[in-house]
């Protein structure tokens, strides 16, 4: 072939983020490895093929591990269930990252609403497609003028995979409880019978302390502070804070899929160790 009939390839992209938002490249990674690895378990063509897109040095991350691919597909499992019941409702995806979530769970009829800050939207506009369905919102998940823009009259499922950890006990409560009041200013799906959900996951107590004091994950790389840590014990306190919310499961991520880790899923059965776990949340508003 004439060199002249080369096609060059796509530029390969830097992400110029640090502290939160570059947390984002972890959940790519994991899912990108996992579909590789295990594809029958968790399936993500589109995040190997982002994550091909970056230049980035991943293995700051340490070795693939499934549990952010795990968080995907029961989250993954919960948008579907809902919108087999309400399927013109509303996603609402805070902090979502470089999810693809959207692509994995579309009935072609879902709204789609993704929140993350300015940095982080910048570089999924680089690296996603556009969808007619899908707006994209340059905030902070804390920031009240997000619910100016959530039609929640066909439904609404609001997913903060992992988000919350990075905030406090208050910032998280008080999202719960603005999530609460919206659906309350609608009349509550204006008598239709529609009942928002949400799903978050959590790190414990002694992880937020870890992360507090600099948690080194692999090659020098340093998590950010994670003030947020909740207990199984503590759940029912951050509820009870939330007018209407009512929590359907509580699960740790071996819970969720024991043949993934058979010895984690046999020591979390143990009241010590399972409430020391993380948790993945799935609740309703009523």
């Known amino acids: 072939m004439?060199?002249?009939d080369v096609i060059p390839m796509p530029r390969r992209i830097v992400p110029r983020l640090d502290?939160?938002?570059e947390t984002l490249l972890w959940p790519l990674q994991s899912r990108a490895g996992i579909t590789v690895?295990?594809?029958?378990?968790?399936?993500d063509p589109m995040a190997v093929e982002i994550l091909n897109r970056i230049d980035y040095d991943f293995g700051r991350f340490g070795p693939v591990n499934h549990?952010?691919?795990?968080?995907?597909?029961?989250?993954?499992?919960?948008i579907r269930s809902y919108l087999s019941v309400h399927p013109q409702a509303t996603v609402l995806a805070l902090g979502e990252g470089l999810e693809t979530q959207f692509w994995r769970v579309d009935n072609g009829q879902v709204r789609w609403l993704c929140v993350?800050?300015?940095?982080?939207?910048?570089?999924?506009?680089?690296?996603?497609p556009e969808h007619p369905r899908?707006?994209?919102?340059?905030?902070?998940?804390?920031d009240p003028a997000i619910f100016d823009h959530v039609d929640a009259s066909r439904g609404l499922f609001v997913t903060a995979a992992g988000l919350v950890m990075y905030f406090t006990a208050e910032d998280t409560a008080g999202l719960l409880r603005r999530i609460a009041d919206h659906l309350s200013g609608i009349g509550s799906g204006n008598g239709s019978g529609i009942r928002a959900e949400v799903f978050f996951d959590t790190i414990p107590p002694w992880l937020s302390r870890r992360a507090l004091k600099g948690w080194k994950i692999d090659k020098g790389y340093v998590a950010p502070p994670m003030p947020f840590g909740l207990s199984r014990k503590g759940l029912d306190d951050l509820a009870g804070q939330v007018p209407g919310l009512e929590i359907i499961a509580a699960l740790s991520y071996s819970d969720a899929y024991p043949e993934r880790?058979?010895?984690?899923?046999?020591?979390?059965k143990l009241p010590v160790a399972r409430n020391m776990a993380p948790m993945m949340i799935h609740g309703r508003f009523s």
């Open 67 to 78: 549990w952010h691919a795990v968080r995907s597909k029961y989250s993954d499992a919960l």
């Open 134 to 142: 899908v707006q994209e919102l340059a905030l902070s998940a804390l």
């Open 2 to 4: 004439p060199a002249t």
């Open 19 to 21: 502290g939160v938002p």
């Open 261 to 268: 880790a058979r010895l984690v899923a046999l020591l979390a």
């Open 37 to 43: 690895q295990d594809r029958a378990f968790f399936d």
């Open 116 to 128: 993350d800050l300015p940095e982080s939207i910048a570089l999924r506009r680089q690296l996603l």
